[in-house]
């Protein structure tokens, strides 16, 4: 598959899914979402695909949303936006519940929907120097479309510290967070990542697919419904007056007129 993502499997199944855009720090847009839930019908139907390492190509290991993407839904109608979070909401339930074991290798930083990314994966482990945040609050926003993932990741408890407040939080504290498995040094991601993969090249793949069915349907819900709720939870919060200005302070690259400044 071209494009947006990059997919290489080696002899043994294992699969590993590339966000291929560093010169836009893997920023997703609509090409990538699409290529991304396609990739993991095919990768989760795929019978020589043992275990999926979801990773990103440069610096960055997701920056959240495209600029060109977020403007269409700065101009985009109620109905189009709800479409659009959907259409984002069922990329990450298909990576979520891909039949697969999914390792997520996170060599840089990971912003806004780059945190729902690694939260769909089952285990993930990032760059020491990874740095982290929801930033959709600075934009009058809120990070709704990839939180039913994040909190089944993290717990309530845990996400509320991060969750609302679009600090920016280090590789320690995103361990700490449940987040991450762990935070190590760059050039021991590939060893690190290896020690995942090899135990579940000695098991039965239809036992660990069922496997992962079970912890999920165990875990919190995560259906239409709860997809619909999230998608009208974001069309409604795009609609006040301080996601416009939000918005349009980010674009115009100057402060909301909500932000609080030291005189």
Known sequence: MTGTIRIETDARGVATLTLARPDKHNAMNASMIAELTKAAEELGADPTVRVVVLTGEGRSFSAGADLAWMKAQFAASRDERIAEATTLARMLKALNEMPKPLIGRVQGQAFGGGLGLISVCDVAIGSDAARFAFTE?????????????????????????????????????????????????????DAAVGAEIAPYLACSPAAVASAKALARSLGPVIDEATIADTARRLADIWETADAREGVSAFFDKRLATFVETED
């Open 137 to 189: 609050t600075k934009l009058g926003l809120i990070p709704a479309t990839i939180s039913p993932y994040v909190l089944a990741r993290m717990g309530e408890g845990s996400a509320r510290r991060v969750f609302m407040s679009a600090r920016l939080f280090d590789a320690d504290e995103a361990v700490s967070l449940g987040l991450l498995a762990q935070a190590i040094p760059a050039d021991d991601l």
